[in-house]
T-cell receptor
């Protein structure tokens, strides 16, 4: 069974640009989560999507947004990039809530903002 | 609000020695607790989870953790360390049922001494 996949693996952008990261969940999983792992800040929750709807949002500015498609894949968009957005962005997926809640993570997208 | 504290950002043990990584949590409801491992330049791999069944949880790679409600702890142990255990370990808590986001500790980097 294929795991969570993310693309691209690495990305280099300039401050002020926009970026889109993509995530495909494990087959059968309907929930997708996004986390940011920035140096010195640890792992922080960004967004949770389930059945195409945004269910919860972490303490991030509105320039971080996303969506979930009918096939449950997801995109994370970051507008007006800032230097501090440089981080590893991790996507995770899980089955419906109520099934133990374990989240399975993808390999991440390493974003560097210069 | 939920939170996790991992005591010791770096732990070193000799190959064959006991591994003990500490995790204390705070949650307003019965928590769901997880340990994840992260190898360099990779995503997170689930080691084990506690979801209110048995308090002693066995995971992959010989790891186990014990949920102690009175101490609000969920420490990770392995009887005999192997060189391949060198990685960063994260404890995480979720309150579930509408609040499925994972809140992570700051991580413990485990070094194995040959």
């Amino acid at each position: 069974e294929a795991g969570v996949t993310q693309s691209p693996t690495h990305l280099i952008k300039t401050r002020g640009q926009q970026v889109t990261l993509r995530c495909s969940p494990i087959s059968g999983h309907t929930s997708v989560y996004w986390y940011q792992q920035a140096l010195g800040l640890g792992l922080q929750f960004l967004l949770w999507y389930d059945e195409g709807e945004e269910r919860n949002r972490g303490n991030f500015p509105p320039r971080f947004s996303g969506r979930q498609f009918p096939n449950y894949s997801s995109e994370l968009n970051v507008n007006a990039l800032e230097l501090e957005d440089s981080a590893l962005y991790l996507c995770a997926s899980s089955l419906d809530p109520g099934t133990g809640f374990e989240q399975y993570f993808g390999p991440g997208t390493r974003l560097t903002v210069t | 609000a939920q939170s996790v504290t991992q005591l010791g950002s770096h732990v070193s043990v000799s190959e064959g020695a006991l591994v003990l990584l500490r995790c204390n949590y705070s949650s307003s409801v019965p928590p769901y607790l997880f340990w994840y491992v992260q190898y360099p330049n990779q995503g997170l791999q689930l080691l084990l989870k506690y979801t209110s069944a048995a308090t002693l949880v066995k995971g992959i790679n010989g790891f186990e953790a014990e949920f102690k409600k009175s101490e609000t702890s969920f420490h990770l142990t392995k009887p005999s360390a192997h060189m391949s255990d060198a990685a960063e370990y994260f404890c995480a808590v979720s309150e579930g049922f509408g609040n499925e986001k994972l809140t992570f500790g700051t991580g413990t980097r485990l070094t194995i001494i040959p």
